[in-house]
């Protein structure tokens, strides 16, 4: 009898990691079930999608408010999908809102529940740890300090290194091949911009960026669209930039520098070796709650695991068109940061530790369901 798994993302960095999860899962027990929330990436490497990232994204709290009825609503398709698949093991993938609240129903039915990428409870929401403790089963982080973390909180974590250093040392190259594919036909170095993947941070992001283009006319700029957004959220972007869907990290890996929005693309841009410039734009209220709540001095992986700023964060106001020529100017080739980031990258991977995390994962998954 083949086993079964249940995973839950709800984010495209979820969808990502959880694709090699399954990729891993399949190459160890070709005949297990996956069953997901997730996306495009899970799907391609063999689960079935149940439900998909594209609409999950709330983001902040302002959002998550105004969503509630339809949060609600997916807390209890969730569950009547588990009970009618009645997997071996659950697998919950960070995005915590959710998952924590599902791990409680899923110990109820009696169905071990793992972690992996568990949630970043150390920036804010401590008492999260609580419910950890007694609804998940087995911890594995991917952060070196969360480990420690979790032990001061009496919760036992494996720490398994990043999943992007197995994902990142796959990205092989042929830049003039790359620029004509993506109808780039100068010769100008590239800048990256990774405005985000929902609709606010998109929008409120592109128009202090797009005012900078003109400033640097001996650079090509080309914009990350994600494929679930529409063409014309992006139209404030000036006509010279070039809007490239998918590829990001052949992007990342042609650029000169980048401007990334926080999050997961802030570590998967350091780990390719681009310097960049971070930046978060989002509902004023949202941010206001946030700044209340959480307990951390930065804001990307970049500078939270290196434990410095290394990476300069532009936050809210601080996103604007003086800021952000001042700060690019500052880390393109003969740029005065340029230099000490990339030094600091080369620590910052090592600080990462071994690459095969998905790997790893897999085969304590399979031995927690065949035990």
């Not at 209890?76 to 915590?96: G, S």
Request: with cysteine; aromatic share 8%.
């Amino acid at each position: 009898m083949s086993h079964k798994i249940f995973i839950i993302t709800g984010e495209p960095s979820g969808d990502l990691h959880g694709a090699n999860l399954v990729k891993a899962l399949m190459s160890e027990e070709g005949s297990l079930e996956i069953q997901c929330w997730g996306g495009d990436k899970m799907h391609d490497a063999g689960a079935k999608v149940m439900k998909h990232v594209d609409d999950l994204a709330f983001m902040g709290f302002v959002e998550v408010i105004a969503n509630l009825n339809t949060i609600l609503k997916n807390f209890k398709l969730c569950r009547k999908q588990i009970e009618a698949f009645k997997p071996d093991l659950a697998v919950l993938i960070d995005y915590p809102g959710f998952n924590l609240r599902m791990a409680k129903h899923i110990k109820a039915l009696g169905i071990p529940v793992a972690y992996y990428i568990s949630p970043q409870i150390w920036a804010w929401k401590e008492s999260r740890v609580e419910k950890i403790k007694r609804y998940v089963d087995h911890v594995f982080v991917i952060l070196p300090f969360e480990k420690d973390f979790y032990g001061k909180h009496g919760v036992e974590a494996e720490y398994v290194g990043h999943p992007l250093l197995d994902e990142i040392k796959h990205i092989h190259l042929d830049e003039q091949k790359f620029r004509d594919e993506i109808g780039v036909q100068n010769s100008k170095p590239i800048i990256a911009l990774l405005p985000g993947s929902r609709t606010q941070e998109i929008k409120l992001l592109l128009e202090p960026i797009s005012r900078i283009v003109k400033d640097f006319p001996d650079y090509q700029f080309v914009a990350s669209k994600v494929a679930w957004q529409p063409k014309h959220l992006y139209e404030s972007l000036p006509d010279s930039v070039c809007l490239l869907e998918g590829r990001t990290y052949e992007l990342l890996k042609s650029a000169e520098a980048a401007i990334v929005t926080s999050g997961t693309a802030t570590l998967e841009t350091a780990l390719i070796g681009t310097p960049q410039v971070v930046v978060y734009k989002a509902n004023a209220l949202s941010v206001a709650i946030a700044r209340y709540l959480i307990k951390i001095k930065f804001i990307s992986l970049v500078n939270l695991i290196l434990d410095e700023e290394v990476v300069t964060e532009l936050i809210q106001a601080d996103v604007n068109a003086k800021n952000l020529r001042s700060e690019l100017s500052s880390i393109i080739e003969g740029g005065e940061r340029r230099s000490y980031i990339l030094e600091k990258y080369a620590e910052l991977i090592q600080n990462l530790g071994s690459k095969g995390a998905s790997k790893f994962v897999a085969s304590r998954l399979l031995k927690i369901i065949r035990h």
